[in-house]
């Protein structure tokens, strides 16, 4: 071989030199680099493949391997990515998500905020921010801002702020008193006289303003409906609230430039008061004494919703009065208040009637709104009040409203129905409840004057009503299937046939024929009501003389009149006081009886099976079904026999206090039995299905006479619906115990210590009954992710069509909709369900099918809602916007879609406050 050849091939072999590695080039670095970037696109390919437990693993081996240097250099990698978290989120973010976050802030952080740099500067004065605030409080601005000017409304509401005259809580007491302040002997009569003075001043403001209005008024304008179409396009159209708004302010200005001319009363404290307004409605118009003359007759009846079987109290509702039935979920305070005022019809009720459910302390109104001494007082709540208590006549004038709850047999109802008297000038009334069962204390005796006629006996047949009561139980638990499954069909059913019925009578009585071919019979009818209202105010100035001859009476006369109610009053209390005591020990002897059925019929021959081999059941689930029920019947019966020894010697000086104290501090029976409950009821139907003589056994004997036709799980009821007439007959026997009675005390602590047992066992059927909604939502829709959290409940669902805009450039009134699919919302507390729902009907079969399909969910803290405004194209829409969808619905009619942004808006509130 030549030489050169020789050193040419030991060179190539040189360069080809390895180390650490058979086949690894070490000289040749282009080489060396190209393998190591396929060895690195190999691993790489073989990470993207392995799983996250084996990328874990394979992380670990690495991080092991590596020296100080090496994990130094991956530290300050990833110190150098965590700068991004102080960037300011006002330069990242999108200017739309950048002024919703500042549009939680009020006005004295955004003015705070405008001080930290330029850009929050120019984002915290946009007029976007501002102008709902200053709308909110009726600042209008005067003039319409150029294209380029920024920060007109922040001025505007800064000089609004700054002429406004701020009073503290002293200051506004000494210029307008207090509630509770007491009255002088003539303060009634001076203040009708002030009242007529301000009344007179106020519509002769209006009559004046009216007049410049008059003349002001260009010639082409007719003062009718139809001159609303004269108006310039440009001229903004108010909403009923913000023309409510300018006519209370307007309203406002001429009463404080009238109260100058009037005198002021002092009260007791040396400071003066000005007299009562003139009650107003929301709409802004004064309530006149007229109105209550033509709608003297007027009786208005609510019903709720979850009054068990409603429908046959709205049955038994008389001819005369309006009934009225709302929903107790998923409706505000503000939707019911709409509600009333739609069936009123911008009347005046003489009467107006509550049925809902409750106890003897509140009155369960709305969910969410258990209407109490200690809430009564809430500002929403109190405005509600206010506003019902000028939709029925005065106390003066007859009117009263109604709760058919038992406020009346507790201190803490009758609070309440006094601090409402006094919100409103209207008289409540309510019963007393001394009798137990199913809604019997409607029968009871009613709080106010004697009376020749009772509150039911106003609104409602009382044979029907009576007959609605004695199966409320049983119809409540057999209702709750038939209307789930025949609610959609009745609905619709309901809607179809009020629909003939209305147009029916349009089309026979309200012609436009028959009104003008019956010209008498109209004539007659004004004539009718002329003279109604003439007998209306001769009653009146009868009544006011009336009033003014008992007033004239001595001041001896008056003495000897006042012991004698007194001594009346007296009697009458301890006779109620002896009949609560003798329904207490009737409604406990037949509590004890239902205890002992259960015993007798069921436990005793179980166990006299079990022992002489023949078994029925093991002793083990003998045990979990009857153990619990057999000591509450020892307790009972124990408390049966002390309440009987001390009937047999009593007197208006005994007590019963101690021995519902005794009673009391021994319910962790009862409390054995609540935490086992539902274990008993699944161990019942386990061994019903699994042991046949078990249930040829409950076959012999559910629902027989010696049961009262009642079966075992029928039964095990008693305990739970016991407690609520404990504290029913508490009530009522403390209020009929005069205050320095021996017996006083121990029946407040009774109360007390029943109340919170009440509150325990309301809470456990709150939880299950959430929990069975979730699941059943859960299953009714397809896909639905699972439901079940803590604290979670639905608060209402609504049926929506989707819409989609056909050109989004185009202005909102010229806007074309298409509706491409069936939608329905579900309303938690802390999320909004929305799923697609399909009508399938069923051949030959009236009945459809509703299904639903999961589409999304959302936070309610990330939901965004849009009004949109109605056209000749849509009605009733508004947009639904979250972080990845949107959502543009309308509902069927406006109410509909008034109730649930209503709802929607404050479920979103609550839950970005917690």
């Not at 393998?35 to 993207?48: C, G, M, P, T, Y």
């Not at 003139?278 to 118009?285: A, I, P, Q, S």
């Not at 638990?477 to 959609?488: A, F, G, T, W, Y």
């Not at 009673?663 to 061994?687: A, H, M, P």
């Amino acid at each position: 071989m030549p030489v050169g050849n020789f050193s040419q091939k030991t060179l190539e072999m040189e360069s080809f030199h390895t180390k650490f590695s058979a086949w690894t080039p070490f000289n040749n670095k282009s080489l060396n680099k190209q393998l190591f970037q396929e060895r690195v696109a190999l691993i790489s390919h073989w990470f993207d493949l392995w799983t996250n437990k084996q990328r874990q693993e394979f992380l670990f081996t690495i991080f092991l391997r590596c020296s100080k240097s090496q994990l130094r250099f991956i530290q300050d990698w990833f110190s150098e990515w965590k700068q991004v978290a102080r960037v300011d989120f006002s330069t990242v973010l999108p200017r739309s998500i950048t002024l919703y976050i500042f549009s939680f802030l009020n006005p004295k952080d955004l003015c705070a905020a405008a001080q930290v740099s330029w850009p929050w500067k120019f984002l915290t004065e946009q007029d976007c921010l501002w102008m709902p605030k200053c709308i909110k409080l009726g600042w209008f601005l005067p003039y319409t801002p150029a294209q380029n000017e920024y920060g007109a409304w922040k001025r505007h509401y800064i000089a609004c702020v700054s002429n406004l005259d701020w009073l503290t809580p002293r200051e506004a007491a000494a210029v307008y008193g207090t509630l509770n302040e007491p009255k002088r002997e003539d303060e009634e009569l001076q203040e009708r006289q002030r009242e007529k003075c301000l009344r007179k001043i106020i519509w002769e403001k209006i009559a004046f303003h009216k007049k410049e209005l008059f003349k002001a008024r260009p010639p082409w304008v007719s003062g009718t409906c139809c001159s609303r179409s004269l108006k310039p396009p440009c001229q903004p159209h108010l909403s009923q609230t913000w023309r409510a708004e300018f006519y209370g302010a307007l309203e406002k200005r001429l009463v404080l430039a009238s109260l100058e001319a009037l005198p002021k009363r002092s009260n007791v404290s040396g400071s003066h008061s000005y007299p009562l307004l003139l009650k107003r409605n929301h709409r802004g118009g004064f309530k006149t004494d007229g109105t209550s003359h033509c709608a003297s007759t007027l009786h208005v009846m609510l019903i709720s919703s979850r009054i068990p079987a409603y429908e046959m109290v709205v049955e038994g509702v008389k001819a005369g009065v309006t009934a009225m039935v709302y929903e107790h979920s998923g409706v505000t305070l503000e939707g019911l208040l709409y509600l009333i005022e739609t069936a009123l019809q911008g009347r005046k009720a003489q009467s107006m009637g509550i049925f809902s459910s409750g106890d003897s302390r509140e009155i369960n109104l709305l969910q969410g709104y258990k209407i109490g001494i200690k809430n009564l007082l809430r500002p929403e709540v109190r405005d509600f009040w206010e506003k019902l208590g000028s939709y029925v006549a005065t106390e003066e004038e007859g009117g009263h409203v109604d709760f058919f709850v038992p406020l009346g047999a507790s201190e803490a109802g009758v609070e309440v129905l006094s601090q409402l008297s006094q919100l409103t000038g209207t008289f409540f009334s309510a019963p007393t409840g001394i009798a137990t069962g199913s809604y019997q204390h409607i029968f009871s005796d009613w709080l106010g004057p004697q009376r020749d006629w009772a509150p039911p006996s106003i609104y409602f047949i009382e044979s029907k009503l009576q007959v609605w009561s004695s199966f409320t139980e049983f119809l409540e638990d057999s209702l709750k299937s038939v209307r789930k499954e025949l609610n959609p069909l009745f609905k619709d059913l309901q809607k179809s046939v009020s629909g003939r019925m209305i147009g029916q009578f349009m089309f026979e009585t309200l012609s436009m024929a028959n009104i003008l071919n019956n010209q008498d019979i109209a004539q007659a009818l004004a004539d009718g009501l002329m003279a109604l209202s003439k007998e209306d105010s001769e009653r009146n100035a009868i009544e006011d003389n009336s009033q003014d001859t008992k007033s004239s009476l001595s001041q001896s006369d008056l003495d000897v009149e006042v012991l004698v109610k007194l001594e009346r009053k007296l009697q009458m209390d301890s006779d109620r006081r002896t009949r609560v005591v003798r329904e207490l020990l009737e409604s406990e002897r037949q509590y004890v009886q239902v205890l002992g059925i259960v015993r007798d019929v069921y436990a005793r021959p179980l166990r006299a099976a079990l022992s002489s081999n023949r078994a029925i059941l093991s002793a083990a689930n003998i045990h979990i079904i009857f153990s619990d029920t057999l000591r509450i019947l020892n307790l009972n019966r124990e408390f049966l026999d002390n309440l009987r020894d001390r009937l047999q010697e009593w007197g208006p000086a005994h007590c019963v206090g101690e021995i519902f104290i005794k009673f009391g501090s021994q319910l962790n029976i009862y409390t054995n039995f609540f935490n086992n409950y539902s274990v008993v009821l699944k161990t019942i139907e386990k061994c019903r299905e699994m042991t046949p003589a078990f249930r040829a056994f409950l076959k012999r004997h559910d629902k027989t006479i010696v049961t009262k036709m009642l079966s075992l799980p029928d039964l095990l009821l008693y305990p739970s619906r016991r407690f609520e007439e404990y504290i029913n007959l508490l009530s009522a026997l403390r209020l009929h115990t005069p205050a320095g009675h021996a017996d006083r005390g121990d029946l407040s602590t009774a109360v007390d210590q029943i109340k919170k047992y009440k509150g325990y066992i309301d809470k456990i059927k709150e939880n299950i009954k959430m929990k069975e909604q979730l699941l059943d939502l859960q299953t009714k829709v397809w896909g639905c992710p699972p439901l079940s959290e803590v604290n979670r409940y639905l608060i209402r669902s609504q049926d929506v069509a989707q819409l989609h805009c056909c050109d989004e450039e185009m202005d909102f009134s010229l806007r074309l909709y298409e509706q491409i699919c069936d939608l329905s919302f579900f309303l938690f507390n802390d999320a909004l369900l929305v799923s697609s729902r399909s009508i399938s009907h069923t051949p030959f079969e009236r009945t459809s099918k509703t299904t639903y399909q999961f589409i999304a969910s959302v936070a309610l803290p990330r939901l965004l809602i849009e009004d949109i405004p109605d056209s000749k194209y849509v009605k009733n829409a508004f947009i639904l916007q979250g972080p990845k969808h949107e959502w543009i619905c309308a509902t069927e009619v406006a109410d509909d879609k008034f109730l649930w942004l209503s709802v929607l808006q404050q479920a979103i509130r609550s839950s970005v406050g917690k």
